[in-house]
Structures are given as C-alpha cells and as structure tokens.
C-alpha cells in the first residue's frame, strides 16, 4: 500500500506559479513512476505529466507542455508539479498517482491516488 499527500494548491492569479508537491510513503518510492493528474469541475480527470522512477523521462499533456515541470526526488519520496505562467483553464484539483513501473499517461495503470490539492487561478 502507498500513501499520497499532495499540497501546494492555491488561488492565483493568471501568469502567477505554483509548485506542488506529493509525498509518498508505504513502499519504496523509486520502485514506481509517478504522475499527476487533475479534474475541473463537471470535466473528467485528465493527464498532466508523468515522470519514470528515477526521473530520466518525462510526459506531458499537450496543455501544458512548455509550462509545467515534473520533478521528483527519491531522497525525499516526492513529486513535484511546478506550474508556470497559470491560465483560467487550468483551474482543477490536481491528484498525484503511482503504482505503475513504466511511465504513462494512461490513467488506470496508477493504482495509487491521493486526495488531491485545488488550485484556482483567476483573472
């Protein structure tokens, strides 16, 4: 069993940054990929990025290629979301997820979840 706790969600405004974070415990951390997820209201969850065990390959939703960066460091069993130059849209609660050995953006081979952090990003 894993256990997830994100944080660093807020309320911002468009073009501000916002680096979230998810801690992992209960296994190893380095044996999974790891990868975050959002949903915006009345929307279904949706991919955001993707990183491999030991952080050599990324993914990303095309939404947010470009702004979004995926981090994670082993030493600490966390993730990291850092989110750059906000826009309305992006205005969800943003999930991390693991379980998976290979990194993907397919949302159920994460078997995982945590409870998820808002982020509001307003005009």
């Known amino acids: 069993q894993v256990q997830l706790v994100e944080s660093g969600g807020g309320s911002v405004q468009a073009g501000s940054s916002l680096r979230l974070s998810c801690v992992a415990s209960?296994?190893?951390?380095?044996?999974?990929?790891m990868g975050w997820f959002r949903q915006a209201p009345g929307k279904e969850r949706e991919f955001v990025a993707s990183?491999?065990?030991?952080?050599?390959?990324?993914l990303y939703a095309d939404s947010v290629k470009g702004r979004f960066t995926i981090a994670r460091d082993n030493a600490k069993n966390t993730v990291y979301l850092q989110m750059n130059s906000l826009k309305l849209e992006d205005t969800a609660v943003y999930h991390c997820?693991?379980?998976?050995?290979?990194?993907?953006?397919?949302?159920?081979?994460?078997?995982?979840w945590g409870q998820g952090t808002q982020v509001t990003v307003s005009s």
């Open positions: 209960g296994r190893t951390f380095s044996n999974y990929a």
């Open positions: 990183i491999s065990r030991f952080g050599v390959s990324t």
């Open positions: 997820a693991t379980g998976t050995v290979q990194i993907t953006r397919v949302e159920r081979s994460y078997a995982y």
